[in-house]
T-cell receptor, first 113, second 114 residues
């Protein structure tokens, strides 16, 4: 079974500052990893994914994440926060043999002007 | 494509009543998932289907919950009888196939049982 742990339930950043959201996974097989964003009263929107290949993956809205097998991590970053980045972010994991997406508890991002 | 479509967006019902949530997945997607989101438990997978067949329903909380997928373009999640602790946001999601496992979510149904 796979699982993810998101470190920090709430992150506050200044507009223009680096956004760093941490995700560590547990999986006995090579994982598929995802980041989703959820705006208030909305569904989850895919930001980016890692399945195979390049370990640095770029997503929408200027976000990127790096898969580090040695650290079992898949941290999400954005160089410069924008007010519109205020939302809840979820890391998720699955594997080629199991299509159950397991989600982390989520990290709420607030952006200060 | 219009994405995953769920109805209704909001549902308020009295305890003991039957509730049916509906979902239309993205056309051509092989997998369909039902999730529940609450503050206490986060996002929980209830059940998922592959090519209309239920594969894993281990997340269904109890026998009051049932899900069906009579064809590739429609699925329902039914709660009978409903209880206040079922109040949550229920999401339907679909994904294309094994090679494209990312799930696309609907807008959700906010269920309130009073």
């Amino acid at each position: 079974a796979q699982s993810v742990t998101q470190l920090g339930s709430h992150v506050s950043v200044s507009e223009g500052a680096l956004v760093l959201l941490r995700c560590n996974y547990s999986s006995s097989v090579p994982p598929y990893l995802f980041w989703y964003v959820q705006y208030p009263n909305q569904g989850l929107q895919l930001l980016l994914k890692y399945t195979t290949g390049a370990t640095l993956v770029k997503g929408i809205n200027g976000f990127e994440a790096e898969f580090k097998k040695s650290e079992t991590s898949f941290h999400l970053t954005k160089p410069s926060a924008h007010m519109s980045d205020a939302a809840e972010y979820f890391c998720a994991v699955t594997s080629p043999n199991d299509y159950k997406l397991s989600f982390g508890a989520g990290t709420t991002v607030t952006v200060r002007a | 494509d219009a994405g995953v479509i769920q109805s209704p967006r909001h549902e308020v019902t009295e305890m003991g009543q039957e509730v049916t949530l509906r979902c239309k997945p993205i056309s051509g997607h092989d997998y369909l998932f039902w999730y529940r989101q609450t503050m206490m438990r986060g996002l929980e997978l209830l059940i998922y289907f592959n090519n209309n067949v239920p594969i894993d329903d281990s997340g269904m909380p109890e026998d009051r919950f049932s899900a069906k997928m009579p064809n590739a373009s429609f699925s329902t999640l039914k709660i009978q009888p409903s209880e206040p602790r079922d109040s949550a946001v229920y999401f339907c999601a679909s994904s294309l196939d094994r090679n494209r496992p990312e799930a696309f979510f609907g807008q959700g149904t906010r269920l309130t049982v009073v």
